[in-house]
């Protein structure tokens, strides 16, 4: 399929994992794109895989200055931005007893902070057919034991899309949220291991994780035509975790 012939996306957190993957399903579709991520060994891996139409800027989506990096090469050598892919993310476990201002400010300043400034950022590149994916979380709908901050964290990704697709009208830009369930990327088979990784997968109705490739397709989706009376609304791509 051709479905981004032509189009340029940025993906955050692009390096690994879901990124990685939607980035590798956008190129087979015929996009251009710009992976951004913290760890420049793990961005010039996936460039070598990805082939010529990535190209990779490291940073920090919780600064700004690393923010304005990313769109300053976007521009010089693409112009025009189509499709941003707002995916970079944080989280780890704390217990309601044991939360800190350190942790949570961890968590915010990268899923919700660094989604803000990732898409404002971005809007001035921008145009009519434009889409905004946001990475939710299944964990933003049903919470998670010890998960507080990164759960309230993704609940506030879903209520950016539903005020932004109010903020954005008359733009022809779209925005949407992609809400993955536990999916097998390096991240969760590393912090999980083999008898972790078989308890997430028993929690959803078809016993198993995401392969990231399943969640980059819906992303590839969501960032082409296909969806194009799609906005504000949230695609769960869980194995029907949070939907039962």
Request: charge should be neutral; charged fraction near 20%.
């Amino acid at each position: 399929m051709t479905r981004l012939n032509g189009k340029t996306a940025v993906i955050t957190g692009g390096a690994t994992g879901i990124g990685r993957a939607a980035a590798q399903r956008f190129i087979e579709e015929g996009a251009f794109v710009f992976i951004f991520g913290r760890r420049q060994e793990a961005l010039d891996a996936a460039v070598a895989e990805l082939g010529p139409n990535a190209r990779a800027v490291k940073g920090s989506v919780s600064d700004p200055a690393d923010l304005d990096r990313l769109y300053a090469a976007v521009k010089a050598e693409r112009a025009s931005l189509d499709i941003v892919f707002a995916n970079a993310g944080a989280g780890s476990p704390l217990p309601l007893g044991k939360i800190t201002a350190e942790h949570i400010d961890e968590i915010f300043n990268t899923n919700v902070k660094g989604s803000i400034f990732t898409i404002q950022k971005a809007l001035p590149l921008m145009g009519r057919g434009g889409s905004i994916i946001l990475t939710g979380s299944s964990a933003g709908t049903t919470g998670a034991p010890a998960f507080s901050a990164y759960s309230a964290s993704k609940a506030a990704v879903r209520n950016l899309a539903r005020t932004w697709a109010e903020d954005l009208k008359g733009t022809g830009i779209r925005v949407n949220v992609l809400s993955p369930g536990p999916t097998a990327t390096e991240l969760a088979k590393e912090a999980l291991g083999e008898e972790g990784m078989k308890a997430f997968a028993s929690m959803n109705p078809l016993q198993c994780m995401a392969d990231p490739a399943e969640i980059g397709a819906v992303a590839a989706f969501l960032a082409s035509q296909d969806s194009s009376f799609m906005t504000a609304s949230e695609v769960a791509v869980d194995g029907g975790l949070a939907q039962i």
